[in-house]
């Protein structure tokens, strides 16, 4: 079933390795000998640690992916971007107001877009990158939060972007003030902590905990299902 | 790699029996049941695969082969230089491991005004905690209670949970969503801000809150941006290879290692939390593993040489669907919440075969022996089943998947794999410790000033953990490791760092004639896809 085990050519920093087809590029360094340190974090496409810039031999074209969910193939040449030393803006998210002025306090860069689209072509996760940048020039947190919430923090906009805007950190930021004052809090949630804290719930949590192991189970068989 | 002929051939059956199977329910199976597929499928019960340990307080506990080989190692500090009398860091408290429990024992710590250090092996949120897809559990619905929910840990954990941490996690978990949501976490909700919350395996009441199938990657990456927001001091790349004791015997610090310049680095510490996580990458039984690359087991292995008790070390979690197909994603996780919005097991013949939302354990087992009665799925890495993902937009509509799986569909598609028209092939993939170091409701061990929280701790889950326990577990205990281990901090005169825990424990692997064959902690797995048999 797998056709492609056959050996191809790939170039890790410069140098030539013969690998499996079917590996992935981080498989591929590790099969070359490579024990990784940094670039390599979930393995799965969740962390943003892998982040690679290739090109195929004989193309021009400079492309990207996540080593972990990228395969190889014959003629890339390949090097993983493993820290990118983007600018986080530190807050207090307590205090800040969500306004399109304290944003801009934080990140100014944001208004010198170019719209050149760099960032939406390099994302590994095929978001569109340069649109939410564009909904938090105008401070429209919901669309920005909604648009960005996939990230996965690889750095690869911020690597590509002529004006320097660190895209991943300036989404993140949006979304934490629209989670905590823009987006109405879950009304049931306080109500339920007063009641823990009241010890409405104290009685039964202990009857369960004195129950004979025979008892629990037979209340947990019983137990009814939403 | 799309589906080959040969699957698109077999995937055939189940598109023909998928019509007759939409909203049709499957019955669950009895206790007996149950009982019975467990003890005879489950991994945890081939004794073979398990072994009794010959050193430590814990001796003659059963492990699994591959956790016992790292408790019976060397220590990689036995020859080196330390200048103990002049530590590099001295801190109040002292968090190793940068995930989801550490972050949030952290934060604790720092907001109770005490000096924090944390130090983690990879990035900090490079963990278990960013990869979380599924959701996380708190009863915070008017038809559910926290009574109710302890009642689905301890039925989940074969009833063998220690029933004062399964009362913390519950009474705790409503303050921990609305933490999350006062620091920004965007759960999903309706319009009125309520959270939306779903069914997971084993629950009787719909409390799985969501970010999408984001839920670990936004409490991580949120948690991350808190610590560097109010400038918590951490060091990346730099785990640590042991702990420091005093002369009583109790946790001190810990030396640390730079992965990249391989010097070390001591460390004072009033007191000590441990959150390394779990330790998947020792593929117990030649699992694969839906864990991240730093997952070995490191904080087990020191604190066990520093004398903590363990519990429940030897329960492993097979979460049921790993990944099958295509091999790059081997082991990878299918979150459980495609099968909590009704995707279903089947087999090759086209038929389902176990109800979908069985507890892991018992699922899992269900599967392995699905495959070994001959029913499986064959491929060139072994067997599978499919999962049935187009079942969900059967009934949930189009564009379910698209809006509450996107992680999902997108790590299928990347191989053209189309999860919303082709079905998923999976099978049991190494998840999750169950068990690990023994604590109290603080999440003390039974090492003084020595605090477990997260994954590396063990008892609240018992045997098997539920889908939305853990996530929920790592910031309960985090934060009461955090609290309990600042204020302890503040009564604690330091004393005389040692490594002789070490060296005795290496004295005693001597004497059984143990030492000199492996060392540990692990740090990072090799991997070398046959590179080496040519
Ligand atoms: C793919 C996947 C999906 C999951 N889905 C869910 C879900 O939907 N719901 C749920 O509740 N649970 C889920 N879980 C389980 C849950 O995510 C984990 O159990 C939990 O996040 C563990 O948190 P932790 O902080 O204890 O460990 P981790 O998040 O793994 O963090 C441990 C940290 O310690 C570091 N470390 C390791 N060794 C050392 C050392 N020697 N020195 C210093 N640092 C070290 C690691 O690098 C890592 O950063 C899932 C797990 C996985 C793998
Ligand atoms: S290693 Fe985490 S995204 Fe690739």
Redesign the pocket.
């Known amino acids: 079933m797998s056709k492609d085990t056959k050996k191809i050519e790939i170039f890790i920093m410069g140098k030539q390795y013969l690998v499996p087809g079917e590996l992935t590029i981080l498989e591929a360094m590790e099969y070359a000998g490579y024990q990784l340190k940094r670039g390599c974090g979930c393995r799965?496409g969740f962390c943003g640690a892998c982040a690679t810039v290739y090109r195929i031999a004989g193309s021009y074209q400079l492309q990207v992916g996540l080593a972990c969910q990228t395969k190889v193939e014959p003629g890339m040449y390949l090097a993983q971007i493993p820290f990118f030393p983007g600018r986080k803006a530190v807050f207090d998210l307590e205090k800040i107001k969500p306004t399109l002025a304290e944003f801009a306090v934080l990140y100014p860069e944001i208004f010198r877009c170019l719209g050149c689209g760099s960032c939406t072509k390099v994302c590994p996760q095929d978001l569109d990158v340069m649109q939410y940048i564009a909904h938090l020039q105008r401070g429209e947190w919901k669309e920005a939060a909604d648009l960005s919430f996939d990230c996965v923090m690889c750095g690869l906009c911020a690597s590509r972007c002529p004006v320097n805007i660190v895209q991943y950190n300036a989404g993140l930021a949006a979304r934490r003030i629209y989670g905590r004052h823009v987006a109405p809090p879950d009304p049931l949630l306080a109500e339920r902590v007063r009641e823990i804290e009241a010890g409405n719930y104290d009685r039964d949590m202990e009857e369960l905990m004195k129950a004979s192991p025979e008892r629990l189970a037979e209340l947990y068989n019983q137990r009814d299902i939403e | 790699m799309p589906y080959p002929p040969e699957l698109r051939e077999l995937m055939k059956k189940v598109e023909e029996t998928r019509p007759s199977r939409v909203n049709v329910h499957y019955p669950r199976m009895t206790p007996e049941e149950r009982a019975q597929v467990l003890k005879e499928y489950h991994p945890d019960f081939m004794e073979e695969a398990f072994r009794p340990l010959q050193v430590g307080v814990d001796r003659g506990v059963r492990l699994p082969l591959e956790m016992a080989d790292i408790f019976e190692a060397d220590s990689r500090l036995l020859s080196a230089e330390l200048d103990l009398e002049h530590p590099e860091f001295d801190v109040d408290v002292l968090v190793?491991?940068?995930?989801?429990?550490?972050?949030a024992a952290a934060l604790e710590a720092f907001s109770l005004g005490r000096k924090v250090l944390l130090?983690?092996?990879?990035r900090?949120?490079?963990?278990?905690?960013?990869?979380?897809?599924?959701?996380?559990?708190a009863a915070d619905k008017p038809q559910d209670s926290p009574a109710i929910h302890y009642l689905d840990v301890m039925g989940g954990g074969r009833f063998e949970n220690r029933p004062e941490l399964v009362r913390a996690l519950v009474r705790d978990a409503p303050g921990v969503i609305a933490w999350l949501e006062r620091m920004g976490a965007m759960f999903d909700k309706d319009e009125e801000g309520r959270m939306i919350t779903i069914h997971g395996g084993g629950t009787s009441r719909k409390r799985m809150h969501t970010a999408r199938d984001y839920?670990?990657a936004e409490i991580?990456r949120t948690l991350r941006d808190e610590i560097l927001n109010r400038g918590v001091e951490y060091i990346e790349f730099?785990?640590?290879?042991e702990l420091l004791l005093d002369e009583k015997g109790r946790a001190a610090g810990a030396v640390?290692f730079n992965l990249e310049t391989e010097s070390c680095h001591v460390v004072r510490a009033r007191t000590v939390i441990l959150?390394?996580?779990?330790s998947?990458r020792l593929h117990y039984q030649g699992f694969p593993t839906?864990?991240?690359y730093?997952?070995?087991g490191?904080?087990l292995v020191?604190a066990y040489r520093a004398g903590a008790r363990t519990a429940f070390a030897d329960s492993i979690q097979y979460h049921p669907t790993g990944g099958a197909y295509p091999p790059q994603l081997l082991g990878?996780?299918v979150?459980?919440?495609v099968r909590s919005l009704g995707a279903t097991p089947i087999n090759v013949r086209g038929e389902q075969f176990v109800y979908h939302l069985e507890t892991r354990d018992v699922e899992a087992s269900a599967i392995i022996r699905e495959c070994r009665r001959g029913l499986g799925v064959p491929l060139p890495t072994g067997t599978a089943v499919w999962l049935d993902s187009p079942l969900i937009e059967l009934t949930h509509g189009q564009g379910t998947i698209e809006r509450q799986l996107p992680a999902m569909l997108r790590q299928f598609a990347r191989f053209g794999i189309d999860i919303r028209k082709e079905p998923m092939l999976i099978y049991p993939t190494l998840?999750?410790q169950n068990g690990g170091l023994a604590i109290d409701e603080n999440g003390a061990t039974t090492v003084e000033n020595l605090y477990a929280?997260?994954?590396?701790a063990g008892g609240i889950h018992g045997r098997n953990r539920l889908?939305?326990?853990?996530?929920?577990d790592?910031l309960v205990f985090?934060r009461r490791a955090g609290r309990h281990a600042a204020e302890k901090s503040a009564e604690i005169r330091p004393g005389r760092l040692s490594l002789e825990h070490v060296y005795r424990y290496q004295e005693e692997l001597e004497a059984r004639g143990l030492a000199g064959q492996r060392v540990s902690?692990v740090?990072l797995p090799r991997y070398t896809h046959g590179a080496g048999d040519k």
């Open positions: 799965a | 190793i491991g940068g995930g989801g429990a550490g972050a130090a983690t092996k990879l900090l949120g490079d963990a278990n905690t960013m990869m979380a897809q599924g959701g996380i559990q839920t670990g991580m730099c785990p640590a290879l640390l959150a390394t996580g779990g998947g839906s864990n991240h730093g997952a070995t490191d904080g020191i990878l996780l979150t459980e919440k998840h999750y929280a997260g994954e590396v889908m939305g326990n853990s996530l929920l790592i985090g902690p740090l």
